[in-house]
């Protein structure tokens, strides 16, 4: 029986946690990973409270012509390349922002139309200036890849959103769920922060996460870890509190099991992470309780 003991052990021990022991490559994806789940998932929470969880996506693409140019006249210098994702990400948020307030046009169709110019620029960009692979490595990005310079930037990306996030906790949930009120106290108080600064300020946390995420994830990839556990997350909770704490668990979860998964099958890692999401949300869909099944078989409401 021990030899049993110690043979499932062994197994279990070279199968989930030997990669991470053995390898400083392995260890760096995985905090580099978690970090992004600590800050990235909580944001989709809110995205997705705000009903605009399309937005990440358009943004995650609207970085890539300032990352592509970034390359062109760095190379794959990572400040660089972070500097001009984030002035790309503003630049095309204010434009949206300007196009919806001097037009007819709503918000989210004035930023779809502007990042899939910005996409179909940045990839331009690079494919001319550079290899397949280089395109590739931004696009997709590669968490396995990731050097210390790497999780130094998303760690501290991480933990900054972590504590702005706390500390405007009180505002962005009013200005998700009243912004009248928000207003009218910004007003009242002539010290107050309008609703439209809560507003950018938000955006410019996405933004900085999702630049943070490229090299991890790449451009197409890092908005998976922040939606796709923050619409699983909305399944099983009703309040906003645990939505956010299981939006957290999911990414965790994901990205651990995304770089096992990645390391034992020889996949890209990115798209692994984000496959581990993916089969998260579909159990979240059948056995939640806002899912299928739990409304399936609920029992039928009587009318007294």
Avoid at 77 to 99: N, Q
Avoid at 124 to 133: K, R
């Amino acid at each position: 029986m021990p030899g049993v003991f110690a043979y499932f052990f062994d197994s279990a021990w070279s199968l989930l946690w030997a990669p991470f022991a053995e390898f400083a490559f392995m260890r760096r994806a995985l905090v580099a990973t978690f970090a992004l789940s600590l800050s990235a998932a909580p944001l989709g929470v809110f995205l997705t409270l705000r009903r605009m969880s399309l937005l990440g996506d358009a943004l995650s693409h609207a970085i890539l012509p300032g990352v592509a140019i970034g390359f062109m006249l760095f190379g794959l210098s990572l400040s660089a390349m972070v500097a001009g994702g984030v002035l790309a990400g503003m630049v095309v948020a204010a434009i949206a922002g300007f196009i919806s307030r001097t037009t007819a046009l709503k918000e989210d169709a004035s930023l779809a139309a502007i990042y899939l110019v910005a996409l179909a620029m940045g990839v331009t960009l690079i494919s001319g200036n550079g290899t397949q692979l280089d395109l590739l490595h931004i696009l997709f990005g590669s968490a396995l890849g990731v050097d210390t310079p790497g999780l130094l930037l998303v760690a501290s990306v991480a933990s900054v959103s972590v504590l702005t996030l706390a500390a405007a906790y009180r505002g962005l949930v009013l200005e998700s769920f009243d912004p009248v009120f928000l207003s009218a106290s910004a007003r009242r108080s002539r010290g107050g922060i309008a609703p439209w600064l809560w507003q950018q300020g938000f955006l410019m946390l996405v933004v900085v996460n999702l630049v943070a995420g490229f090299q991890t994830l790449g451009t197409l990839m890092a908005v998976g870890l922040m939606m796709l556990p923050a619409v699983s997350a909305k399944l099983w909770h009703e309040t906003l509190p645990k939505q956010l704490v299981n939006a957290s668990a999911q990414a965790l979860l994901s990205g651990y099991a995304g770089l096992l998964l990645s390391y034992h099958a020889g996949t890209p890692s990115g798209p692994t992470i984000i496959g581990c999401a993916g089969v998260l949300y579909f159990i979240s869909l059948l056995a939640a309780p806002n899912g299928w099944l739990p409304r399936l078989f609920a029992p039928p409401h009587r009318v007294a």
